[in-house]
């Protein structure tokens, strides 16, 4: 059973820096892309970035490009989001997913089948 497990979040400041984490098990994960995406209070869940397990390619949405980084450590199967220079805008769950699927189908939510339980992010002026 695959299974995702965010932590990492929490209360900071604007202009401050959080790292989440993503330790997934239960499948392998060559050639899976994980990706994060985030939902605020009554929105929807919006794409923020994804990494591939195979080669490490990476791409970000362009509210967060240049502030946000995607790494990876396949030693641990565990994905880190550091998030840099948070704004208050930045305030939302953060959920990682898995998918074997490629393509623009992965910047949304339909793209991926397995998801975390989601972290609290929250971003004070």
């Known amino acids: 059973q695959v299974q995702l497990v965010e932590s990492g979040g929490g209360l900071v400041q604007a202009g401050g820096s959080l790292r989440l984490s993503c330790a997934a098990s239960g499948r392998t994960f060559s050639g899976t892309t994980m990706g994060w995406f985030r939902q605020a209070p009554g929105k929807g869940r919006v794409f923020v970035a994804f990494i591939s397990w195979d080669g490490g390619s990476t791409r970000y949405a362009d509210s967060v490009k240049g502030r946000f980084t995607l790494s990876g450590d396949s030693a641990k199967n565990t994905v880190y989001l550091q998030m840099n220079n948070l704004k208050p805008e930045d305030t939302a769950i953060y959920y990682c997913?898995?998918?074997?699927?490629?393509?623009?189908?992965?910047?949304?939510?339909?793209?991926?089948?397995?998801w975390g339980q989601g972290t609290q992010v929250t971003v004070s002026s």
């Open positions: 997913a898995t998918t074997t699927w490629t393509g623009p189908y992965i910047l949304t939510p339909n793209g991926y089948d397995y």
